[in-house]
């Protein structure tokens, strides 16, 4: 994993280049601690932060150009996603899983958050500084319910499950663990985007919140972007809910307007059946009369018009129960309409009075937070303490740094850099000079700053070191063996940490390097020794063009053998 070097703002980051609202909000209880474990010593490759951003947003953009569908994006091996999205499932919540492949080089907490901030940006279009802080609460939300496939089971539609395993659903609190294992889980409110995309409910819920007061500061910064972010959300569904009202209101009237003429036809076909009836009642007494005088051809034609008059009331009456019926179907259906509108406005005021109250808790106890960092940071302030190193593996004999009170040796900070050569360091007006790292795999040793408040690395060697380079500070300058075309040999670096000058011979990768009043004394590849000018390291014996062509011989015969 490469390095970001930000000389104002911002610390080295670490990773490769080729790197909708819930309806209820209890997860299953878990109780832990969440502390990322990063990989964070020099690397052998440097990267910019727009290409690690640019992880993320390749994958969401890809997933935003519909992101009401389902869709599988990304390289299985690296970086993939799958928006397991199903409109047809109205349970449990749709979500984006973000899996990290056998060969995701990420190795830093900070730059997975960047890639998923990044993703979020491009899919959903959220603004860059919310989608950092929901990706913060994201990667937290993951490593808390890690591996508990029955707490997604229970909050996710099958789409989603079925994506998931048991043993790689969530996140690892340690970067080794992450390639190849990971499935970062994203629950989704709404897919077609904007501020409420990602659910907050559930990716802050209770046990999240708790382990994220568990880190340094308590997570205050972050914390508080995520309440801005649930006013906002609680604003827009209180808008959305007037919306809904008005328009509840409106289609009411419509429904109240059907119902009045469901009624009033009911009254239509009441009269054309009293009408129908009285009409039949007047053709039997004509057709009575009619059977009793045979032969008055008058009572006949009465009896004949009658019963048509009859009939015609009857069709009337039909006609009338038609239309009585259709307007009581209008009735029902703008009333359905109605209801669904009011439901509909009941829900958005239920998420809007949800948001506002998680907002208001959150800011309670944020509050109560600060006066605890601020008294905490306080007494940290007041008590005296100095800085120097503690062996953080016996066997590499590497070491970190650390802030200890001098009154009785208790830590108040430690470097979450572990792998400090030589058992030294320098300090200076900056921080700490020293040799850092391990030359295997994507990391590398190199001659590194300290930022003397973080205890981060924030600036690094362009050059390589020994795996056993010692560090000898003279007037501001640092001298160290790197490795070189020809071998290692011995390099002078200036307080910015580039290189000024170097050995034009090879050097053991493992001298030591002693300033004296001649030079600066290292040993050569045979072991003898060798002194170097003070100035431009080259030899300083009197018989120097010997020397050199000595071991330019026996770098030669190495070679050769």
Known sequence: MKKIGF???????????????????????????????????????????????????????????????????????????????????????????????????????????????????????????????????????????????????????????????????????????????????????????????????????????????????????????????????????????????????????????????????????????KKADDAQKKADESKKKAQENPKDKEAQKKAEKDQKEADKAKEEVKEA????????????EAQKDADKAKEEAEKQQTAADKKQSEAQEERKEIAKDQEKVAAEEK???????????????????????????????????QSPVKVVKGRSMVQTGKGFVAVAGENSGKGAVKLVLIDQDSLEIVQESEEILSDNSVLLEDGGSYLVVIKDAVGYVAAKYGADLKIQVKSPVPINPSSPIVKTSAGYMVTDLTGNPLLLNLNDLSLTFKKAVGAAKNIKETVSSKNER
């Open 321 to 332: 129960k038609k239309e009585e019926q259709a307007a009581e179907e209008k009735a029902e």
């Open 7 to 273: 000389f104002a703002v911002s610390l080295f980051a670490a990773v490769s280049l080729f790197a909708a609202q819930v309806n209820e909000a209890e997860l299953k209880s878990v109780s832990q601690t969440i502390e990322f474990e990063n990989y964070t010593g020099p690397h052998a490759r440097v990267d910019t932060l727009e290409a690690i951003k640019g992880i993320g947003s390749s994958l969401g953009k890809e997933v935003g150009k519909d992101s009401t569908k389902a869709a599988n994006v990304g390289n299985q091996a690296k970086y993939y996603v799958i928006h397991a999205i199903d409109p047809g499932a109205k349970e449990k919540l749709d979500a984006d899983i973000l899996i990290l492949g056998a060969n995701a080089e990420v190795d830093h907490i900070r730059n997975l958050r960047h890639i998923i901030a990044s993703y979020l940006t491009a899919a959903y279009s959220y603004d860059e500084s919310d989608a950092e802080a929901i990706a913060t609460f994201v990667t937290v939300y993951n490593a808390v319910y890690r591996k508990n496939l029955d707490t997604f089971k229970s909050k996710y539609k099958d789409v989603v499950v079925n994506n998931l395993t048991a043993e790689k659903c969530g996140l690892s609190t340690k970067w080794s663990e992450w390639p190849g294992a990971s499935q970062i889980v994203i629950p989704v409110s709404d897919s077609a985007g904007g501020l409420s995309a990602v659910d907050t409910s559930v990716i802050s819920d209770k046990e999240v919140v708790n382990s994220m007061k568990e880190e340094d500061g308590k997570n205050i910064e972050d914390r508080k972007k995520m309440v801005d972010i649930k006013e906002r959300e609680a604003e827009k569904a209180n808008e959305k809910a007037q919306e809904s009202q008005k328009q509840a209101t409106e289609k009411q009237k419509k429904a109240d307007d059907q119902k009045k003429k469901a009624d009033e036809k009911k009254q239509e076909t009441k009269t054309a059946q």
């Open 379 to 413: 007494a940290a302030a007041s008590a005296a303490s100095v800085y120097g190193l503690k062996l953080a593996d016996a066997k590499a004999l590497n070491s970190q740094i650390v802030k200890v009170k001098t009154d009785d040796g208790t830590i108040v900070k």
